[in-house]
């Protein structure tokens, strides 16, 4: 039974994508974009932006910082615009510095805390009104199988992503009974800008046009949460249901702390 209505007819749909000049953003867009959708990209890049406007045809380039909530609200009308409504509201703006506690840098953690979380919230405080006057559309948040539990030098990164999960899910209970959409999106390692600085072996790395692939399978089969590439998540998800005692050691000698 699918958690959502499932979406699996692209053409003409209006989607909204928040962090989309790279990485996994960018390669939903164009795999949506190539089914027939209409699409807008958002991030800071603008040229970057633009770029992928002029070659995507019928595509919007809306440059913003996720950060300023004036500029969210005014993208949202400018679309409306446009378009009239909004059919499915990804965010996939995110930021990720690998922290220690011993190496805690306060100014960090909150700049995670506004890209990745309260970037999410700007979002939500300009489309909501929109999809509850639709009664209708879907809305995404890019989280992380780092969300499911605390990981290594995640200090910065893994507490804004937990929020999003636990964020999605009560978004969930209250917009599902009125015919709206809400999926949570936790990747395993996909190759983008963001995992470029990792010096350890990434298992299971994918790229960002097979992590598009698993998103828009994971909105046509109506799920809740999207996560990939399952022989990765999988494993992942069996650490939440450890005891505490098994997931710290395991934690720890599986990443040499
Ligand atoms: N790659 C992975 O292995 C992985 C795994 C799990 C989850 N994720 C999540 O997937 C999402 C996409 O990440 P990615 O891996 O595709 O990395 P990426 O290529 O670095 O993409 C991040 C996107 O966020 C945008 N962004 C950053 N700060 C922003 C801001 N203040 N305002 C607006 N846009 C902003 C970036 O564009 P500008 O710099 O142009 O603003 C870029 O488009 C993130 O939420 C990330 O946490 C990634």
Known sequence: MPLNPRIDEWKGRRVWLVGA???????TAARLHAA????????????VLEAFAR????????????TDRSAMHAATAQLLQA??????VVYCAGTYKPMRATEFELDVALQ??????VGALYLLDAVLPVLQRQKAGHLSLVSSVAGYRGLPKSL???PTKAALINLAETL????????????????????????????????ALITPEEAAVAIVKGWAAGDFEI????RFTRMVKLLKYLPDSAYFWLARKGTGL
């Open 21 to 27: 000049s790279t990485g996994i953003g960018r390669a």
């Open 36 to 47: 027939g959708a209409r699409v807008a990209v958002s991030a800071r890049s603008a040229a």
């Open 55 to 66: 070659e995507h045809p019928g595509s919007l380039a809306l440059p913003l910082d996720a």
């Open 83 to 88: 378009w009239g409504g909004l059919d499915l």
């Open 112 to 117: 995670h805390q506004q890209v990745n979380y």
């Open 156 to 158: 910065a990164y893994g």
């Open 172 to 203: 969930h209970l209250d917009l599902s009974p009125l015919g709206i959409g809400v999926s949570v999106i936790n990747p395993g390692f996909v190759e983008t800008p963001l995992t470029a600085q990792n010096e350890f072996h990434m298992p």
């Open 227 to 230: 996560h990939f590439p399952k």
